[in-house]
């Protein structure tokens, strides 16, 4: 069996996917959620200035 046989960089290239899958997750989020965050943020200071 050819595919059986475990190459010393295979583990480390599929952490390497790995990473690249949860940084595109992470961006995708942040890229819909963000504006959400920042008026969440900017009501929040705007709050605070006033106090």
């Known amino acids: 069996m050819l595919f059986s046989i475990r190459e010393p960089g295979q583990g480390m290239l599929e952490y390497a996917f790995l990473f690249v899958l949860i940084a595109l997750i ?3 989020v942040l890229l819909i959620l963000g504006p959400t965050i920042g008026n ?5 200071n705007s ?3 006033t106090y």
Not at 40 to 44: D, G, R
């Open 26 to 28: 992470v961006i995708a």
């Open 40 to 44: 969440v943020f900017s009501n929040l």
């Open 47 to 49: 709050k605070l200035i």
